[in-house]
């Protein structure tokens, strides 16, 4: 029925947290797959951390060399063997009683291509940080899904299973390193629904180190969730396309400055908040984005 497929890369701080969710509530072997995608990760021995949690109940897999994210996901894709994959990232966890769920709403909604579940925020130290509004009171078939989630990414890997026949169908992730996932989503939900519930089953880990890479530094993030955002404008209606394309830039300009802010406050890092301002500006323009610039500016420059 189940696999349970997790990508790992130098995630050694949290792995160990991520297998023991999915291990408090694991099926019989017969009846979920569990099985780390290691890419070469030179933090730990993965290897070993998994055969001392696990005690053989998880597989491992480790990749001949690094072969990035997306080559990594694939390869979680290719290599699993249940009706449901459930892709979980290695710092992400999941709590008791989420597969029995996610695997009743898909019993309950046969037509559903992908299940999914309310989902809160947590740091590195697992204290609650956000909770985002729920997208439906009540766990059924999402009305509207695609140009909801058209307008801004609504899921998270850690909250989401996806039958393995329509990976197959679709394909696996591509095209650029972040926002890959929401590009997923809508490409299944253009096609078909998904199922709901707004119970918690899920926490999806926020840090510091997500932020501090190269990606950010240079805006390449908010190039990559453009070239997403205009992806996903072609899955759409034509008389919807600009409207919600101009929707999702507004709100990543405005994500971009609050990324720019923590760049700046934790990492002094002038060159990524600069850029994460520049692109955001490019993105959409008004006079409260405007002031913000300016305030940004001025702490860089006062060093505040």
């Known amino acids: 029925m189940w696999s349970v497929m997790i990508p790992v890369y130098n995630a050694g701080s949290f792995l160990k947290e991520t297998l023991e969710s999915v291990l408090t509530q694991a099926e019989a072997e017969s009846n979920m797959q569990i099985e780390v995608v290691d890419d070469c990760s030179t933090d730990i021995d993965v290897q070993s951390l ?34 449901y994959i459930h892709l979980l990232h290695s710092d992400d966890v999941v709590h008791p009683g989420f597969y029995k769920k996610l695997g009743y709403l898909f019993a309950q909604y046969p037509a559903a291509a992908a299940a999914f579940c309310h989902y809160q925020y947590i740091d590195e130290h697992g204290n ?49 390193h972040y926002g890959e996932d929401w590009e997923m989503w809508a490409r299944i939900a253009a096609k078909y629904p998904f199922a709901y519930t707004p119970a918690i089953y899920a926490s999806y880990r926020r840090h510091y ?3 501090s890479g190269q990606s950010f530094t ?24 600009q409207r919600t394309l101009q929707k999702a830039k507004k709100f990543y300009a405005y994500y971009a400055f609050r990324t720019a802010g923590s760049l700046w406050k934790r990492f002094k890092d002038r060159r990524g908040a600069m ?15 405007a002031w913000m610039t300016l305030k940004m500016i001025g702490k860089i420059i006062f060093n505040r």
Not at 136 to 154: D, H, V
Request: net charge positive; proline share 2%.
């Open 128 to 176: 609650i940080v956000l909770t985002p509004e729920r997208e439906a009171t009540e766990e059924g078939i999402l009305k509207n899904w695609l140009l909801r989630l058209a307008e801004r990414q609504r899921v998270q890997y850690v909250a989401i299973a996806v039958k393995r026949e329509v990976y197959e169908e679709l394909g696996a992730f591509y095209g650029v």
């Open 218 to 241: 240079t805006a390449q993030n908010l190039k990559d969730l453009q070239f997403v955002m205009n992806q996903i404008s072609h899955y759409l209606p034509a008389n919807e396309q």
């Open 209 to 211: 180190n997500s932020i």
């Open 275 to 289: 850029a994460q301002m520049r692109e955001a500006w490019r993105m959409h323009q008004d006079i409260p984005i």
């Open 50 to 83: 998994v055969a001392q949690i696990a005690s053989g109940r998880i597989s491992y897999f480790r990749q001949s060399h690094n072969v990035g994210s997306l080559r990594n996901f694939e390869t979680c894709i290719n290599r699993a063997t249940g009706r």
